[in-house]
């Protein structure tokens, strides 16, 4: 039984990173995941929020929105509505968490990375392309700052897993198998094939512990093909994550 | 090597739950866990939210609140801030799902049932109590609406696992466990044995599927014992718990 | 004639004060009044509001709140209608202004005094509760401050008083009572029989000064009983509120 | 010893109210009383707050607000804070309280009364002219409906009374008198000398029940003239006040 | 074809200034500009906002606001929507740049002139009127001021200009012209007849280039008008207008 | 003297039209002018808001953003400042103004379109760029509807000219030349040439009669070109506008 875009069980929807995609940010890309489409930009503020300074180290956060028409009905603008949503807090927070994983703050010094993911098309997957991408524009941007120890400590790529009532386990869900699945699973893993994020739901659902075991498999899969992305978009940046860590091996 | 409380890397925190604690809301507990004390109250409101009228299916939405000496230095409370924080936008998001995945909301009939959570003193795993405890007080409500067919398809418990860099995986942390945790993660699981949600992070570390398998063994351990206390607790309702699933065997 | 709960017009419901009902606030205790129930705790900062900053003065403010499920119908979180509603500022700003009557500002120092009510079961008089509570839980947190001259000047509490249309005149009206009285009249005085704050209303009605006298007689009594219990659970730190003024007699 | 201004203890300042100040509103009056100026409005809406529909009767309801130079520094408006402050909030609750106390809401019918105070220029004393001016404002409005039987069922007028550390009790105190009073009250009566609301505070300081009685005398001597005044401004109107209760005599 | 005033197409409703209208201000007008009356007050506060720190210029700021009952139907208060609405925010930056093209901010120095406009009746021009009247308040609070050169470079007043379906071109519009005009225009110009701000409006209609030069020919007469009477009521300051630039010369 | 990027002072920046940029809005574009890029959608709600209901007659409204870094440095998202600004608010005012004097409300019908123009990045002339682009997706979602009557009565474009201390009047100004300008002018006009908005501001400077024309002149040449690129990528759809008004010659 194949999937309602013809895609395998555990293949990944075409993506596409086009990296210094806008003039002014730090870095930039507008990463494409099938007909998701998220500009993400880096931007370098030479200083820490409060609770970090002088202490010699650096901070990454991230912010996350939709246009309007990013979606097929219009969604109202979180500025007209004077407050920030809790769907987009709960991203935010996550896109941050997750990028700060893979960062040595120590090593990129009393500066702060405000990473912004604009969805301008939606299919399903925002998040977690926007993490992906996230890392690219990031990456690029620190390669600016040309600072004696490279700070990011290894790749960084997010997926979703879930599982179709009727075909089971399932890779990189679209808009409209996220809306039907039992169980949607994001996931965030680094190069090294580790987790930093997990995050199964089973709305109006629940699912065994062999299930959650096929849905890891398909997603390590998935998210190993798209760290080979962001390795060829990087070029020869891309040389200089981990290397720290390798060094000291 | 034993943890800071003198408990096993497996062992629970001592647990509490009175029911019946106030006078006005349907539903309402006091639950303990450790030095965790939430106040957990249901309220049955007979209508749904626009997005549900008229379709004969009910709604279970939660809020979460800390009070301002809940915590160790004083918080800021969200009313005087204008604003709720990011972090309890995502707890009671999170409790609100988790708490749908055993109601059958068509059993529960065009009615919505509010979960208010309220930490008055907060030492560690504060949202995974407050689950434990709103389904407690969300039984007794929905016990006294006296309905043909009971809404309520199995039990829900949660709590937190973690990994202690020289203990290694530990089950149900306190405040000072979850603050030097290199990994944290909460489990929800229902009476089956079935998770309902799944939410790891490594904040500023990563863990392996080894260690991800350890996790999940300590807490399904630990969740099968507070499932035990609200049988206990809720008494003959239990009874009524997960009954029609049962009579469809 | 009795009242609904079968008490003499001057009689106060009963009253309890179970004090360090917290383990990380300064000073706390929970009060009961009746079936009226408010934590109060006592924090404090190391600071001052700006309007007072290099004057050698502390300062003392209060927030007040209730639980939504406190009341017979859920009342809205005030974080999420992104404000502080009428009532609870008027109330808020009646505590800290009630409690700085009898705390010597520059005996205190550079500090702040926070003092949180929050209620968790109401059946009228809470304000009045959650002053003679936030009274005990501030002068706890005075006392482990250990200051050479003790700041606080004078014992206080504070109660309700009303008139019936029936009864006429009563003392610590209950829910009912007060939805039902034609004058509402709320006192707060000191542990030497002076007023502090004297608050009467006759919401579409009006009162006579014959009235007004009747309604003070009563209220002294309560007061003075009040005092009487806040000495008691105040122990050994109750010798100390007043000591300054009485060592310059 | 003679006040700052020159007045004698139980002096009222120079009050005027120029009628008909406003060529849109149904009723206004800028009431002046010293150097406090006070434009009140009232206007008629035909329909009541969800809370009262279809139960037959009316509302009244205030606003009150003071420009942000009507202070010698300049006050920051509330609109540009995004929010009502506290003291605003005490008063608009205050004004609409007393003024209801005086208006039979059935014979309103079904419409709510909005009153508007904005105070143009402050010296002390603008929440008693606002009480006292919108009583007039809101009288002429009603005068207007041409209405069976009129609502108004008696005079209202509001002033303060405080205590002079040198003087002792004086009445209607302008802002440098407010400023350094130590007990402070404000009185809301009616035409036949009952009180409506009493509310006295002594910040930072107690009073005596001997001096609640002093206090109490100079006020119901200022408000009956404050009440003549009124009627003079009325005109015909002001026999129309009272007239239901007279006719029941 | 006369107006519905009977005015002349070109003429100008009556126009009357009160300078030193309250008693606080450093400068304040009350402007009547037929029914349309705004209460112009200007504050000089000596520090600038953040992004002029330390560059020894000064900075003129204006807010605007109406008064709930200024207009026909009561209007509700920005404070307690809790935001400021589009079109103040539109006004009271068109009055602040406007009064800032003809003042020398550096001979103004490091202090900043905070600007109020309050409407209290709107008969039309409510904005226009606003900018006339806060230019004499403005002028005589910097006259306050004794600098060595003074800063204000030439007068500035505004009026509004509109096309009427039947009579034309029209100046000065009150409301019900406002309302039926087909195109609205506001022109703000200097004592040297130079533009500063022009804003023409088509809203549902457009204009060709021969209206704009009719409508340009009116407003410069009707302005030149009101400077007239500027200089009148500033009597001895308005000599000091434009000085420098004149002894530049 | 030629301008800073090579242009001459009546030329075009180079300006393209990628015309259903987006899968989900019935109307949407790309417009790029210079560097200044913008994403206009247009979005048909099948309801009106409340003042006009039931009147037959259809609404436009536009909103407007800017991405973060579609700037040079970073600008706080106004979703999280809690509010939208007087700039944003004054610019999607004006979008909106301007694209109803071209759409016949009737013909329309009881339906709103909702106008979303959101800077992906800026280089100057953002609202100009934005009603240019918003007529576009206007029109192509208009032409979904497929009505009896075409509502586009004309063709609609807007940009800005201004005023160059050393070159003089130039039109379409990038950010470098806007930021030094002396006069700052927006344009909007239709397709017959007349004028729908015309907003001129000497922000710290004025300007003559004679220099007014000037820039007319450039700028009624330069909206002559927009709107026949207008023209070129509508296509077919071109035909209908103004379709009616002819028919009626």
């Given amino acids: 039984m194949t999937r309602i875009d013809g895609r395998k069980a555990g293949e990944l929807r075409p993506v596409q990173m086009d990296t210094e995609y806008l003039i ?16 993400c930009t880096a931007t370098i503020e030479e200083k820490v929020p409060p609770f970090l300074r002088g202490q010699g180290k650096g901070w990454v956060t991230a912010e996350y929105s939709m ?8 969604n109202r603008r979180e500025s007209s509505q004077g407050k920030v949503g809790g769907r987009t807090m709960e ?37 977690t392309a926007s993490i ?15 600072l004696p120890a490279f700070p990011v400590t290894d790749f960084l790529a997010a997926t979703s897993v879930g599982i179709d009532e009727e075909i089971g386990a399932i890779l990189d869900l679209n808009y409209v198998e996220d809306s039907t699945a039992e169980v949607d699973m994001n996931l965030v893993m680094t190069g ?22 096929e849905l890891l498999d398909l997603g390590e899969a998935g998210i190993s093909q798209l760290i080979e992305m962001q390795k060829q978009v990087l070029g020869k940046i891309a040389l200089r994550v981990g290397e720290e860590v390798n060094s000291n091996l």
Wanted: include cysteine.
């Fill in 24 to 39: 002014h940010p730090e870095g930039s890309v507008l990463i494409t995941v099938g007909q998701t489409k998220v500009i």
């Fill in 67 to 74: 246009l309007p028409r990013a979606t097929n009905s219009r």
């Fill in 91 to 127: 991203i935010q927070r996550l896109i941050g968490r997750a990028l700060r994983a893979v960062v040595d703050l120590e090593k990129l010094g009393e500066r702060t990375l405000w990473i912004d993911c604009d969805v301008i098309q939606a299919d399903g997957g925002t998040r």
């Fill in 132 to 146: 992906t991408g996230a890392f690219v524009a990031m990456t690029m941007a620190i390669g600016e700052l040309d």
């Fill in 192 to 213: 090294a094939g580790h987790f930093v994020e997990l995050q199964g739901t089973g709305e109006e659902a629940t699912f065994s512990r062999a299930q959650l075991n």
